[in-house]
């Protein structure tokens, strides 16, 4: 073996070393286990649909337990941050403006979109 050879061979040898010295495993984060919901309460406007602040909003499970609950804010607006996936049933009211319900599905990784009408007063 030529001294140009066993050259080659131990630059070969010490830069193996080293992309093994710095290789690591990079894990990718794990699926999302949790969804969440972004919604708007609205009424019957004399234009049409116009949003309902300060509504009371509730996030019901089917069989009527309560998950989490907010008040919507500018626009009839509210948001469900880290709801576990299922079906759920989103219930406002505000007194002297009326009540509502609807359902939403919430899915892991993703934000359901759902609208509350309140019908009454």
Not at 35 to 53: D, E, H, K, Q, Y
Not at 74 to 82: A, K, L, P, Q
Not at 85 to 107: I, L, M
């Amino acid at each position: 073996m030529t001294f140009r050879s066993r050259l080659g061979l131990m630059i070969a040898v010490i830069l193996a070393a080293i992309g093994f010295t710095f290789t690591q495993t990079v894990q990718a984060d794990p699926a999302p286990r949790t969804g969440g919901i972004l919604g708007a309460v609205m009424a019957r406007g004399s234009n049409g649909p116009v949003g309902v602040p300060g509504a009371a909003v509730q996030l019901l499970t089917e069989n009527g337990r309560v998950v989490a609950q907010t008040r919507s804010g500018e626009g009839g607006r509210f948001t469900f941050r880290d709801i576990r996936p299922g079906r759920y049933v989103v219930v406002a009211a505000k007194p002297d403006v009326g009540r509502g319900r609807s359902p939403v599905a919430v899915t892991a990784g993703q934000i359901a979109r759902v609208r509350v009408g309140l019908i009454g007063g």
